[in-house]
């Protein structure tokens, strides 16, 4: 079959084979053919080495697609089914999902960097995030496939399964934004965009985008966003709006030191700045010991939006049904499995109109 594989941490462009093949699905596993997978900024943060990721790998870990074969202990799902995929499937026994989190559990995540899920030949090719969905067909935990209506399309489908749930996951879940609230979003990408639409679901009167592509700003405005600056003007647009107060809750969408520290500056007394952006191990932030006492802000931490998966992708479908959550906007480009590098170039370049690129397969 086709993927599209990273020979070496470092590579810039990935190798399109066609004579790639899947690991058979133990007994809780399924093998899903991947209709539709989106390109996240976190597919090149896997490629270059800032998110940790193994080589020979297949990198991709949002999409869509359609079971085609299930584990012999498999109940919930049947041939035919169509799916999301999730890089974090739930165990549902460890302590991080029985109390609640099962966005922080571990154990697929762990087996993702010991276990094989492709063969290059006789050489064993990783999934990234224990995906891959940079390939025809994949094999994934069964509580990492999470079923949709059929009528939803896959490319809708497959933004949900990390940006969608990142972005508004960290609004709705981690920081349980109130109605009414004043918002800055930094970093107006695809999961930035998800954020601001995030905001403006739970009801944020005042919403900043912030990106340094002033061409980003007006698509900002269109998702939600009731005011877009530069990072070198957020600094006079927070006084105008705020009353020099800050933001009650500041979102860095980037993972840059730089970001985050901006996040915290535009943060009121007591308000909440949220790090959604994915930075690198060594990447450090500092702020001195009076300013964490003295200025009451929460730090929080929203890895995959703190999502609930199997509950908040029907949630999120609901808002997309009920007209309150734009997805199929956020689709700027449609790309084919031989276009792929050009879409990651196209992202690593920065590009102003591009919102989410989304390839299609099978």
């Not at 949002?62 to 165990?91: I, K, M, N, R, Y």
Request: hydrophobic content about 40%.
């Amino acid at each position: 079959m086709r993927a599209a594989v990273l020979n070496a941490i470092g590579d810039d462009k990935l190798e399109l084979r066609d004579d790639v093949t899947t690991v058979d699905p133990g007994p809780h596993e399924v093998r899903i053919r991947v209709r539709a997978s989106g390109i996240c900024h976190s597919d090149l943060s896997a490629m270059d080495g800032t998110l940790p990721a193994l080589a020979p790998g297949i990198v991709g870990h949002e999409g869509a697609g359609e079971v085609v074969e299930v584990g012999s202990a498999v109940a919930q799902l049947a041939p035919g089914d169509h799916v999301t995929v999730s890089f974090v499937p739930p165990c549902g026994n460890c302590p991080n999902c029985l109390r609640g989190e099962p966005n922080l559990c571990s154990v697929h995540a762990i087996a993702a960097f010991t276990t094989p899920r492709f063969r290059l030949g006789d050489t064993p090719v990783f999934g990234y995030a224990g995906l891959g969905t940079f390939a025809d067909e994949l094999v994934v935990p069964a509580s990492g496939a999470i079923k949709v209506d059929p009528d939803v399309p896959f490319e809708t489908a497959a933004l949900i399964a990390c940006g969608v749930l990142t972005g508004v996951g960290a609004v709705l879940n981690t920081a349980k934004v109130r109605p009414g609230s004043t918002v800055v979003v930094i970093g107006c990408g695809g999961v930035g965009i998800s954020v601001i639409q995030g905001a403006r679901l739970a009801g944020a009167t005042t919403i900043v985008a912030v990106d340094p592509v002033e061409g980003k700003h007006a698509i900002a405005k269109r998702f939600g966003a009731t005011h877009a600056t530069t990072p070198e003007g957020l600094e006079e647009l927070k006084q105008q709006v705020t009353n020099a107060e800050g933001f009650d809750y500041a979102f860095d969408v980037v993972g840059l030191p730089v970001t985050i520290r901006s996040a915290w500056d535009s943060a009121r007394r007591g308000g909440s700045v949220v790090v959604v952006g994915a930075g690198r191990g060594d990447a450090m932030v500092q702020f001195s010991a009076q300013e964490l006492f003295l200025h009451d802000k929460k730090i929080l931490g929203s890895f995959y939006g703190s999502s609930h998966v199997h509950h908040d992708t029907g949630q999120m479908l609901r808002f997309w049904r009920a007209g309150l959550l734009d997805l199929d906007g956020m689709i700027s480009r449609r790309l084919t499995f031989d276009e792929l590098n050009d879409g990651l170039a196209v992202l690593r370049e920065g590009s102003t109109d591009v919102i989410r690129q989304v390839v299609t397969l099978g």
